[in-house]
């Protein structure tokens, strides 16, 4: 069975720390790895990875993947009370036709306090 | 600006009677999927549909039916026969490259 798994569950941490959210994944088929921010409602999309050891980054986030060890890492760094939020990991499978086919974790849910 | 409508944003039903949650998108894309969150849980594959007049069964798609008839629609319609309907309910569409999934604002759907 396709597994994705998320720790930690929850997290508080001070505005400006640095944070670390991981991903571990068993499944088979794997084609990417992507990382989703839902605030309220609508996930918004992070980052989608395919390739080890390259790193994502957008602004003071980040996320890289290692598909020997089959896990990924979303950094947060200088945290802002806007970063609170549920992460989702997401793995998606080689898809049979053109769907894309995702299995996400229970999420880590931070919150960023003053 | 182009995206993914879902309405309404809140149903509330009772127990015995069929529901059905819209999921509109302008994005042009062919894939469509449903999902449903519930607390402690990641979100769960309900039906998915690669293009018109075609879908499939996602991981839980017991107690539910849906229908694509139109490129831009693909509806939702949760049944008497789904034990647990109360939930969050997601439609997301995706690119023909199959990039990442656009998601709509959601339907909480309670039912008593």
């Known amino acids: 069975e396709d597994k994705v798994v998320q720790s930690p569950l929850s997290l508080v941490v001070h505005e400006g720390d640095t944070v670390t959210l991981n991903c571990s994944y068993e499944?088979?088929?794997?084609?990417?790895l992507l990382w989703y921010k839902q605030e309220k409602k609508a996930p918004t999309f992070l980052f989608m990875l395919?390739?080890?050891?390259i790193e994502k980054k957008s602004g003071r986030l980040s996320s890289i993947l290692d598909k020997k060890e089959l896990f990924s890492i979303l950094n947060i760094t200088a945290t802002q009370t806007g970063d609170s939020a549920v992460y989702l990991c997401?793995?998606?499978?080689?898809?049979?036709?053109?769907?894309?086919?995702?299995?996400f974790g229970t999420g880590t849910r931070l919150q960023v306090t003053l | 600006d182009g995206g993914i409508t879902q309405s309404p944003k809140y149903l509330f039903r009772k127990e015995g009677q069929n529901v059905t949650l819209s999921c509109e998108q302008n994005?042009?894309?062919?894939?469509m999927y449903w999902y449903r969150q519930d607390p402690g849980q990641g979100l769960r594959l309900i039906y998915y549909?690669?293009?018109?007049?075609?879908?499939q069964k996602g991981d839980i798609a017991e107690g539910y039916s849906v229908s694509r008839e139109k490129k831009e629609s693909f509806p939702l319609t949760v049944t008497s026969a789904q034990k647990n309907p109360t939930a969050f309910y997601l439609c997301?569409?995706?690119?023909?490259?199959?990039?990442?999934?656009?998601f709509g604002n959601g339907t909480r759907l309670t039912v008593t």
């Open positions: 499944v088979t088929n794997f084609r990417s």
């Open positions: 997301a569409s995706s690119p023909p490259n199959r990039g990442p999934l656009h």
């Open positions: 994005l042009n894309h062919d894939a």
């Open positions: 549909s690669q293009i018109v007049n075609d879908f």
């Open positions: 395919t390739s080890s050891g």
């Open positions: 997401a793995v998606e499978l080689v898809p049979t036709g053109t769907a894309s086919k995702l299995t």
